[in-house]
């Protein structure tokens, strides 16, 4: 009986290429997506507490865009980078969830 030869594939790490077998865990993994820095999302689920941007405003990385209480905790939710407020896509009071699209930044 013939034994199939383990399938080799060549992985690359920090612009080094290694000779390797990927296990199950590896191939069936998803793909990594990279976040868009200009729509900011909620990291964890709650309520919004108070919006201090308006539609319009120019805004600079590290501005508070808003304040979003989760855990009986307020976190403060900043700009990633500069830019204008293009939409904002929540209300004081909303509840929001994991992954909620809170604010665009143009």
Do not use: C, H, W
């Not at 855990?71 to 403060?76: D, P, S």
């Amino acid at each position: 009986m013939e034994e199939k030869e383990p399938e080799y594939k060549t992985l690359t790490v920090d612009g080094v290429n290694y000779r390797t077998l990927l296990t199950k865990k590896y191939v069936a993994r998803k793909n990594f997506k990279e976040v868009d820095q200009r729509m900011v999302s909620a990291f964890i689920s709650g309520s919004i507490n108070k919006i201090e941007v308006k539609k319009g405003k120019k805004v600079k990385a590290g501005d508070v865009l808003l304040y979003l209480e989760a855990m009986k905790m307020n976190n403060v939710i900043r700009a990633a980078n500069d830019g204008v407020v293009k939409k904002i896509y929540v209300v004081l009071g909303e509840q929001v969830t994991k992954g909620q699209l809170l604010v665009e930044i143009v």
